[in-house]
């Protein structure tokens, strides 16, 4: 690498609008303002650049959205690695060691009940958990991505009569907490992503928390739609299996009280409400990281940072069948979205989905 070279000079060649303007209005400030800073490079064999030339590559690099999305991909390569290191570990460290002082349970509505707790990926971004529980015309309770058993929870339950019929992973992610509840209600169906009977099976034996169930039904690319568990599961919801996610996500639609459960294909920070009952000290701990992180998972004003890390990141290794599953899922009549990590929308769920998959329901590929 050319030491002289100045890292301004990049291969990128994008220009935002922002910097054409800026370009047409101001010339010879940007010019001296690249001129102060570039004697440093008095012994640069590529000095044969003009100035005006020097300029602009100058305010390019730092302004291209290649370099946003560079600085976007980059960070977010780190933190997956991280992510996977900090999932190999046991299951014990990665959940609260004190659920019914911290949890939330809270009635969405009379059938829907939401089960909030504090959760910190990479031990420092609280993107908080959540469990929701549904009840389904038959009376029989469906639990989605299950937090802990607290005997706050088994009494709310009881408080609202049935049984748990269904214990759903509704990712690759959101399973530690099945074989608490299979023990607890040996009857449910255990449903789940392609891949995670196996690797519970792996974890099994050597992590406590996990045991061996059998899975009821297993969802693969070849069924992306079913939703024919048994027929009072069909009669209550629509499904659509996202293979295309890298966590291998499956979106319920629960029809009668127009309602989306999802996992990790939208988070919705901060995750304020998950974190309510958690110290001070705590809640505010790793102040820095959770701003960067949370300015890219929030859904607010125009969500620039999530659109693109949508775009970008997680939908960029199969495009045409994420754009599909979520043309399928805008077609779904909901107003409610309840997602695991961050803030519940109600009432504007659509709303949200449609600005955040703006690109993806237009088809752009
Ligand atoms: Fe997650």
Redesign the pocket.
Known sequence: MNKYRPSSVSTFSFRSPLVKRQLDQRPSQIASLYRARSTIYTNNPRRNYSTEDKATRFVTSFNSFQTFTGVVLVSFLGAYYLYQQNGAKMSSKLIPSDPSEVMVIRDITPNVVTLSVPFARFGMIHVGGRATLVRLTSGRWAVFSPVALTPEVKAKLAQLGGTVGYIIAPDF??HIFITEWAKEYPEAKIIGPEGLPEKRAKAAGTDEKIGNEKFAHVYTPADKQFNQIDADFAKDFEVEYMESHPNKEIIFYYKPERVLIE??LLFNLPAIEQYSKVPEAARNSHGFANKLFGGMQSTEGEAKGMKRFMWYVFSAKNRPSWNASIQRIDQWDFTTIIP??GETMEGNGKEIFKKIFEWHLEGKK
């Open positions: 992610e959101h996992a990790d695991c990590h």
